[in-house]
């Protein structure tokens, strides 16, 4: 491991302008790594708000009849807790990693809309902020994350708390779709060449599959949420049931969106495990292509399981066979992917890192939520469960064990690509057995929590039935997540100065992320590389590993020479010296390679057209919707008018 | 790995560019026609509207549902040129296409409003 | 020398791009990208319409007579065929206008391009003509967004048709615009090919529409 070299020197620039350094150099930047970073801290800082909500959650349930908050605000956080932490938390933490890793996976520059990306974090920011500033007007949505119509509309919620959260998510939409496009198009466009897409690493393999669930997953919940506004605010009949509506409309709707939804959530952080796995087991994935389909097929029967939500809802034998049957189905490539982690590490020279803790944990936790998934699938066993504690417990086992879990493993793995340091190992390990147990604690008596009858979404419970154990545990459990993550931020700010200096590769990688300086030059990639395997790097290091892996191998023995730019610590074949000396960091400038200009123009863009929701809520204030309209319009022209790069001279 | 062969059929040359197939159009031979036979069958639909014998009968509405679909599969082979274009293209409409009427008609089923009759 | 080491393909020598991994030009996956979102957009749009048909208690009904039985007021079947066949006609021609457009700037024969972008966007405001035409004589014959199911789906599918046919003619009046100003090279053509392809979707968009709401009783 080359831990031993002193932090790289932040490359060379001369700021010519003042969206080269400080806080604009944040605000006007297109650079994919830094708009990582920018959804990471925000993702992270949500993280924590939902957290609280959820503290507070448990400490209201820790006892039976307990008043520490009243049943209003109480709905009020179960519905924010939930809708941060999928919209504002994992998502985005995801899209962290898209944008992060993406482009050095496939030995990119940057994304194939750099601008574009730059608006999609903006936006996000923006419908974040709107989205929790209700709680600034004692306003906070209280219709639970799947807001149901017509409990939703204006006669039965007649506050602004609806309207925070319908608009919210329409906003938070408009940069997930934004994103979508963008990544799309840069899998499909800018890989290096040589980079197949059977050879494209697997995290960016379930990135592709993620972005398509989100371009088509996201239109619906558009198309009804747009349905409900319109209800609230200009009086349609969509959910009206006087006027002839189909109370089942909005299920419907929200949960053809909801189902895929659950995939973008997970789809990331299996591809992350999936990277995590293979190194600390020195073995390359058990069975790629598998992999790969896999996460294709669970994407496409995604769109075909919604109404296993909506057992409840009475929609017949016909219906209930059939999204039953659907259920079942999707549990097999889903199983088949924890089967090929499980032959990853079968036989491996395993190392328990930090990262890998968490990937093993993804792998037991995430199986256990599958489990009760099962269980649900079938409609007379749904019946006893559903809307009780044991649904609960099952998508916090996916969601918890599964997502965060993944993420988690991601962050430990990549944070010395992205700091240029190493996360410390044994605070880290605390972090992952205090998450880990916490997790537990809490989540698994809600299993019997639910079984025993105890409905979800109550404020408050009688004493007497039998739920008071079960609850004190898993508030117990919550505290200890608390203090895990407590490890977590301490860990992360603190490494931020003093963990151990990472160099190119801290853990032996195998994809061209590890090939490249911690942290990356603007420009990534020097030369292009030019890709002849799944695992780029093991040929060169570590042949042995890959001998089974496919390759053309007369284009191997090109490798050393054509694979990049920078010394990778050990072996090392620059073409030139200069630049690959191992303090060089060449500028771009320097290199002659033209990067996008930064710009403010999305920013701007995202704020107006933010602001134009903002101009809805407050009783559709035309003056302000209208300016802020004819801002974004003029913004948008004015981005897409101005070129990309710099003019040549 | 059986998987690994399609490597081959992406066909990069060194530059990472594959065959560009973007500048197969068609021509105006081809769009006067396609235009000619968009109207004619738009005539067709509205003309049997207005004969109420046939609307009555069960062919109405499968009639109209095939005609549009011709419309709207000759707009986009020809003008979207979708037909001359690259696969991928066709990839990444077709998919959302194909799911997106699955979902509507699965809605309609659940909705009742496509009852399989014995 | 640094500069040396680089693939000869990285330095965008004369403002050109590098070659993309597919050969395809980055805007048009994007837009294809988009339309295939917009199926799911418009499946939503057009599947609720379609569950609401039938459902409402009251009118006026798109092609059935209905009598108020408070004011005995009679509104026939609101849906006016003849005049939406026509912009029917004009929408479909605006396509043929589109590739039309397209070939110009491809030939480099500035002349034609901008005719017919013009007549492109001049056919879209046409068909945007019709659908105001449209929505206004149903407000005068009393059918509102807040009147019924029917009002309130057909106004929101129709309308947000309407709202891309808007988006789209104002792209076209930027190319053509442009087109005025400096003209339009060959090299861009791929810019005025990305524009018809959303153009003529939001065709086909069309052509489902006019068939399951108009003409389907
Ligand atoms: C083996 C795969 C899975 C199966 C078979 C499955 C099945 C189900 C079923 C049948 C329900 C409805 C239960 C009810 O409300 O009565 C449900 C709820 C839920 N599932 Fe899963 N699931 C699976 C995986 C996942 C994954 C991967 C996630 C997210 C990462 C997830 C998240 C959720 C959530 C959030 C709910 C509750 C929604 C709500 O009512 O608020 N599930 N699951
Ligand atoms: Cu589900």
Redesign the pocket.
Known sequence: MATTVSLPETPHREPTHKYESGVWSWLATTDHKRIGQLYLYTSLFWFIVGGIEAAIIRAQLYNPNSHLVTAQTYNELFTMH?TTMIFLVIMPLSAAFFNFLIPLQIGARDVAFPRLNAFSYWVFLFGGLFLNSSWFLHAAPNG???GYAPLTTRPFSPGLNIDFWVIGLQILGISSLAAGFNFITTIINMRAPGMHFMRMPIFSWMAFVTQFLIILAFPIITVALTFLMLDRFFGTNFYEIQAGADPLLWQHLFWLF?HPE??I??LPAFGLVSEVLPVFSRKPLFGYPVMVYSGILIATLGFGVWA??M??AGMGPIADAFFSIT??L??IP?GVKIFNWLGTMWGGSLRFTTAMKFAIGLVAL?TI??IS??M??SPPS?LQ???SYF?VA??HY??FG??MMGLFAGLYFYYPKITGRLLNEKLGNWHFWLTAIGMNLTFFPMHFLGLDGMPRRISSYDAGQGWESNNHLASYGAALIVLGTIFFAYNWFTSLRRGAVAGNDPWGGATLEWMIPSPPPDYNFATIPKVTSRYPLWDRKSPELTVNVPHDSQDEQKMDVKIGGQSTGTASAPSDTKLNAPHAHPSARQLGIMMPTPTTKPLIAAFALGTVFVGLIMHKNLPIMLTAAAIFVFSLYNWLLTPLEPEHH | MAADQSHSTLSHDEKGNASPHEHTHPDWGTYKWVALILTLITALEVWIYYIPSFTKTKLFVPTLLTLSAVKFAIVVMFYMHLKYDAKLFRALFLGPLILAGFTIVGLLFLFGHLVIRG | MATAAIDTHDAHAGGEHPPTSTGLNNTKVAIWAFIGSECFFFASLISTYLIYRGRSPVGPFPHDTWKDPATGHVFKGILNIPITSVSTFVLLMSSLAMVLAHSAVVRGDRKSSKIWLAATAFLGATFLGFQAYEFTSFVHEGLTIHTNLFGSSFFVLTGFHGAHVTAGVIWLLTLLSIDMKRGLTPDEAINVDVCALYWHFVDVVWIAIFTLVYLIK
Do not use: E
Request: charged share 5%; proline share 0%.
């Open positions: 939930g639970g994350w799947f909801g659950v995939y959530l997970i296993h939500h057992f409840a259920t079942m999707i549990a889903t995430f939520g599958g998934g099962v649900h699938s749904d469960q559903t809307d649904i099952h998508f996916v969601l599964g997502s």
